[in-house]
């Protein structure tokens, strides 16, 4: 059993930050993309790939691995920027993002870049495959575990509740589901688009165990993510609660930052603003 | 030539295309306990019942959700399985179609799609479960391949090879008791269209349960108008044997093709952009006319909706004479 040490949670702090400037690069790179879910999710990123998961880089084909679904593949950016920061690519290759015969495809492909498991972007359609890979270790006596991150506005896709009932019906412990619970959509907040509250009473109806926690703070995120992890015989959920563009300030909590990438001087202006947080990060050792 | 029953001499059995399903997979099952089968509430009318009671960890039920069917199949052959999912052609793939793209077939995963109740030969259900449509959808997918074989012997055969080739495959097969027109010991291979009647003046390429029709529109044409043809049971649409269509075009130099399925972008479809870019000959399409199905009888149907013996005869005279 891993300890959270104080020294731990700093480098972890510090990762995060490595990855959201990553996120920013790629997007600037890139001239089109998301900014306001990466970088929302760059904490639990993170946490996951820096402290829950069972992995290794060099071994993107371990069996026996943690697979870790994205369910929602307009995030991307994040995801690239964890895999990149923790080693499984040059942190260089995130400037290919979707760039003509970059592995870095606008929305991940398993077939050009595997240790993305699942090839996503349709939404509502990680859940699904998270049960059948949790099913399957269930079959073959497998003990690895199955973390799926959704975005909130998904649960609005039909294919996630029938994946959510199964989920229950063959009681897979040995899967986490992960919300990034931002409240933005491409066309407004998730609460006028179409209200997904209550969203974590919907999941007990479903008899799934649920967790809620802050998605930006990543010492809660991993004593949530672990309790979750350890519950026997259902399906667990951890609802974590993000601002949407978190660290980068003028876009915090503006939706309208979904769906588009910043241009060069609001690109500057972001980064200026983490290599700030980076500083405040180090002056509090 | 294939080893074919005595069909001119009406020494048919009838069977359901979907009995050979539940054969091929109870033997796949036990050959390989990778086999999964998955069923959406239909296990009777899929026929997985005699896989449920054979391989009862093999077999799992999710109920009435079928795009949940393509996307945990896809989870479930990522880690080893090879699961079967078998639902009505007219939701599976017809309602998961997105999920079949994305999560079968770009993401190149080794899920084995059934397709039942596929035609207007279904019957009494009517038009809402007739799947008509989803050869045209599935032969479109890259990486897909689509086969629709003859009768239920050749089904078990195609879903035995179909379970051993990797990768995304879609079988199409019917709900009513049809034709057995090959035996046993009739070969079967995905991709090798097949010979079933030699001749010359005009080539039926048909293909599931409408084989047997262009067999006896075949006597038919023989028997009352001189015109001999060549019989050729076309079951791979995706791959198409080219070499066989092309061929077929080249000795005939006319082609009718048959297959219960809308006539537009089907099995004929396919048929004709092969020959229009190798071997242009004239084409006749046998095939439902851009309608819906409705109730009724099976063959009924087939007939009142253009794709009985007599429609095939009068097809392939019409072929013959533009030949001229």
């Known amino acids: 059993m891993q300890t959270l040490t104080s020294e731990r949670l700093t480098e972890l702090k510090l990762k995060a930050n490595d990855v959201r400037q990553g996120i920013i690069r790629s997007l600037l790179a890139a001239g089109s993309g998301h900014s306001a879910g990466p970088l929302d999710m760059a904490d639990v990123f993170t946490a996951l790939y820096g402290y829950l998961l069972r992995h290794d880089p060099q071994r993107p084909d371990w069996e026996d691995r943690d697979r870790l679904l994205l369910s929602c593949g307009h995030i991307a950016p994040v995801r690239y920027s964890a895999m990149a920061n923790f080693g499984y690519f040059p942190v260089e290759e995130l400037l290919t993002l979707r760039k003509f015969g970059t592995r870095l495809q606008g929305h991940p492909e398993r077939v050009t870049l595997p240790s993305v498991e699942t090839t996503s972007g349709p939404l509502g359609e990680g859940l699904a495959q998270g049960v059948g890979i949790a099913l399957g270790a269930k079959l073959d006596g497998k003990d690895f575990h199955v973390w799926v991150v959704t975005s909130d506005a998904e649960h609005q896709c039909d294919l996630h509740w029938e994946a959510m009932m199964t989920a229950a019906k063959f009681h897979l412990d040995n899967l986490t589901c992960v919300i990034d619970r931002n409240f933005i959509q491409i066309d407004g907040s998730t609460e006028d688009v179409m209200p997904l509250e209550p969203l974590g009473d919907k999941y007990r109806a479903f008899n799934w165990e649920v967790f809620e926690c802050d998605g930006n703070d990543i010492g809660a995120f991993i004593e949530t993510a672990e309790r979750a992890r350890s519950v026997k015989g259902r399906p667990a959920v951890v609802v974590a609660n993000t601002v949407p563009g978190k660290g980068v300030p003028y876009m915090e909590g503006d939706y309208t930052w979904h769906g588009k990438p910043p241009n060069a001087q609001q690109a500057e202006e972001a980064l200026r603003e983490l290599q700030t947080a980076r500083e405040r990060i180090l002056a509090n050792v | 030539m294939y080893d074919l029953v005595d069909y001119r001499n009406g020494d048919v059995k009838m069977v359901p295309t979907r009995n050979g399903f539940g054969e091929g997979l109870v033997e796949a099952g036990g050959r390989d306990r990778n086999v999964l089968g998955i069923c959406a509430d239909l296990s009777e009318s899929t026929r997985f019942e005699a896989f449920k009671k054979a391989y009862p960890k093999q077999y799992v039920e999710i109920g009435v959700s079928e795009q949940l069917l393509v996307a945990m199949a896809g989870g479930l052959a990522s880690v080893g399985k090879i699961p079967w999912i078998a639902s009505y052609a007219m939701f599976n793939p017809g309602r998961s179609w997105e999920q079949v793209r994305t999560i079968m077939a770009l993401n190149e995963t080794n899920v084995k799609i059934a397709g039942a109740h596929a035609g207007v030969s279904v019957g009494p259900d009517g038009a809402t479960h007739q799947a008509i449509e989803d050869i045209a959808i599935m032969r479109v997918i890259p990486n897909m391949t689509v086969v629709v074989p003859c009768d239920a012997a050749q089904t078990k055969k195609a879903t035995l090879a179909l379970t051993e080739r990797w990768g995304p495959v879609y079988l199409r097969f019917g709900r009513e008791k049809s034709a057995v027109v090959t035996t046993a010991a009739t070969s079967f291979e995905i991709g090798k269209a097949q010979t079933f009647r030699e001749g010359s003046d005009v080539a039926i390429v048909a293909c599931g349960i409408l084989v047997y029709n262009a067999l006896m529109a075949?006597?038919?044409?023989?028997?009352?108008?001189?015109?001999?043809?060549?019989?050729?049971?076309?079951?791979?649409?995706?791959?198409?044997?080219?070499?066989?269509?092309?061929?077929?075009?080249?000795?005939?130099?006319?082609?009718?093709?048959?297959?219960?399925?809308?006539?537009?972008?089907?099995?004929?479809?396919?048929?004709?952009?092969?020959?229009?870019?190798?071997?242009?000959?004239?084409?006749?399409?046998?095939?439902?006319?851009?309608?819906?199905?409705?109730?009724?009888?099976?063959?009924?149907?087939?007939?009142?909706?253009?794709?009985?013996?007599?429609?095939?005869?009068?097809?392939?005279?019409?072929a013959q004479e533009r030949k001229k």
Request: charged share 30%.
């Open chain 2, 218 to 318: 075949a006597e038919k044409l023989a028997r009352d108008h001189g015109i001999e043809c060549r019989v050729v049971n076309n079951h791979t649409i995706k791959p198409m044997d080219e070499e066989a269509v092309v061929d077929a075009a080249r000795t005939c130099g006319t082609v009718v093709t048959v297959e219960e399925h809308q006539r537009h972008a089907g099995m004929g479809s396919r048929v004709a952009e092969i020959l229009a870019a190798r071997q242009p000959v004239p084409i006749e399409f046998v095939g439902v006319d851009d309608r819906f199905g409705q109730s009724g009888d099976p063959f009924e149907l087939v007939e009142y909706y253009g794709m009985g013996v007599d429609a095939i005869v009068a097809a392939a005279r019409r």
